[in-house]
């Protein structure tokens, strides 16, 4: 791949600058990226969820989604998504963007069949997704049929509350209020012709790329692995197809991206699985160049070590025992106790262990510090 493009990509970042408002320009690039994927989505295999983020009403989110749908892969705006077939059918010709408006309340958790419509936007981020719908047959009849719900998918809200597994396959983009009125106003009767133009270069730039997409392979940064690598990998291949700086641009993304991932989990703000956060914590506390350490000894050094989460004041409501910590580790990782020789206390093998924290990306024999 020889070509160039990297000039229309910047003048696809330059675009979003004149309308949008962000505390970080780095996003305007990754919304650069992310509007070019929607048209080569079939061909990255995956399809990120972008999330139009704001602490506040007012920021612009109305007026990114606006820009979307001038410039993504054939949109339909849905402000209100009323049911999972409503979602399906509309994918049942061919890809679609869909962009959601509101997110804060369409998707709300406590909204009824809210549930049914996060699984369809889960499952419909790779290729091949689909999902049975009832469909009207002959003679009044309902027949089985399955639809896709594979899409690129664009949410906006206020802070969403957005369940931990949606979230994990968002790539964010934060906005904050033009206060100073630098942003220029979206006056479509103004703009519109000027926009078509330049989707009409995007979709041009699509078709010559689309051959060399497909199963393109992408060097991605140390650690961009699992979830991760299913997010980032298709806007990597679309910046490696623009050329320039564009491939470095990605890999700043993508580094970004991983930076805030770990704060997030730093602070608690990521709600790992019971399972997850055991294994993290027995590499903590697990005493360095111990081969084997006792059931026992153990249940008191995680409480010692992070005794709200495995405290009598956790939200299970008392201590953990250790028939607990063996359902646990068992459950996660498919390791169990042992008892050495036959004899003595049962306990757990750094040799068994050790795997599973590689797999897993947890750093080996932590300090022990109560955290």
Request: hydrophobic share 40%.
């Amino acid at each position: 791949m020889n070509a160039d493009y990297s000039e229309l990509f910047n003048g696809i970042e330059s675009w979003f600058a004149r309308f949008i408002s962000v505390p970080d320009e780095a996003d305007l690039s990754l919304l650069t990226l992310w509007t070019v994927h929607t048209h080569l989505a079939e061909e990255c295999y995956t399809s990120p969820r972008l999330l139009i983020d704001s602490t506040m009403p007012g920021s612009g989110k109305t007026t990114v989604l606006d820009h979307l749908s001038r410039l993504a892969h054939h949109p339909v705006q849905a402000a209100s998504l009323s049911s999972p077939a409503l979602l399906t059918r509309l994918l049942d010709k061919g890809v679609r963007t869909i962009l959601i408006d509101e997110a804060d309340r369409s998707l709300a958790p406590d909204k009824q069949g809210v549930g049914d419509l996060i699984a369809v936007l889960n499952s419909g981020y790779r290729r091949g997704a689909s999902r049975p719908v009832l469909v009207p047959g002959e003679g009044g009849t309902w027949i089985d049929k399955e639809m896709s719900t594979f899409a690129p998918v664009a949410m906006a809200g206020n802070s969403p509350k957005i369940p931990e597994d949606t979230r994990s396959r968002c790539i964010r983009v934060l906005l904050m209020p033009d206060l100073e009125g630098v942003a220029e106003d979206s006056d479509w009767e103004l703009l519109e012709d000027e926009a078509g133009l330049l989707r009409d270069q995007i979709v041009d730039f699509a078709d010559s790329v689309r051959d060399d997409i497909r199963g393109m392979a992408v060097d991605l940064p140390d650690g961009c692995m699992g979830r991760s690598k299913e997010r980032w990998r298709p806007l990597k291949r679309v910046a490696v197809a623009a050329g320039g700086h564009w491939p470095n641009i990605a890999d700043e993304l993508i580094q970004r991206n991983m930076a805030e991932d770990e704060a997030y989990r730093d602070a608690g703000l990521v709600a790992d699985p019971p399972g997850m956060v055991l294994l993290r914590d027995l590499s903590a506390v697990w005493p360095d160049g111990e081969p084997f350490v006792t059931t026992d000894s153990l249940v008191s050094q995680l409480i010692a070590h992070n005794p709200q989460y495995w405290g009598a004041a956790s939200a299970y409501g008392r201590s953990l025992t250790a028939k607990r910590l063996a359902s646990l580790v068992a459950q996660a990782s498919k390791v169990t106790s042992i008892r050495p020789g036959g004899r003595g206390k049962r306990g757990y093998s750094a040799a068994h262990l050790t795997p599973i924290w590689l797999r897993l990306g947890i750093p080996l024999y932590g300090s022990g510090a109560p955290g």
